[in-house]
């Protein structure tokens, strides 16, 4: 599985390569990605270099968004849903079209993941 992605000061995105293309068709890779909702440490993939490391001084992020592909490859044949952190509610919720439904957070690693988005955690650590 190929992994994509884009780190920033506020917020970072993962996107996996679920699908292929050959010569004769598209395929979808199924396999269930492994990771955390919460306290993804970036720290490891930061310079080394210690003004790098001293002006990035929270490293952690949190998911606050997994949107899943569900269904056959190809263009019209599957369909999309997101899973949604609301932060107020402290509560995740899950979408598709018009329906809204909660969501347990156990819920979110099963699901094949295509796209997360992750927050930077701006919490000061005691």
Not at 97 to 109: A, S
């Amino acid at each position: 599985m190929v992994f994509g992605g884009h780190w920033s000061l506020v917020c970072c995105y993962f996107s996996l390569q679920r699908f292929t293309k050959n010569n004769f068709f598209v395929e979808k890779n199924h396999t269930i990605v492994n990771f955390p909702i919460g306290d993804l440490d970036m720290a490891e993939f930061l310079s080394s270099d210690p003004a790098v490391q001293d002006s990035h001084p929270f490293t952690k992020y949190n998911l606050c968004a997994n949107i899943v592909h569900d269904g056959e490859p190809g263009a019209g044949k599957g369909t999309y849903r997101v899973q949604l952190h609301h932060r107020g509610a402290k509560q995740w919720f899950e979408l598709q079209d018009l329906h809204v439904t909660n969501l347990l957070p156990q819920m979110i690693t099963l699901a094949e993941a295509y796209i997360q988005i992750w927050e930077l955690d701006t919490t000061p650590t005691s």
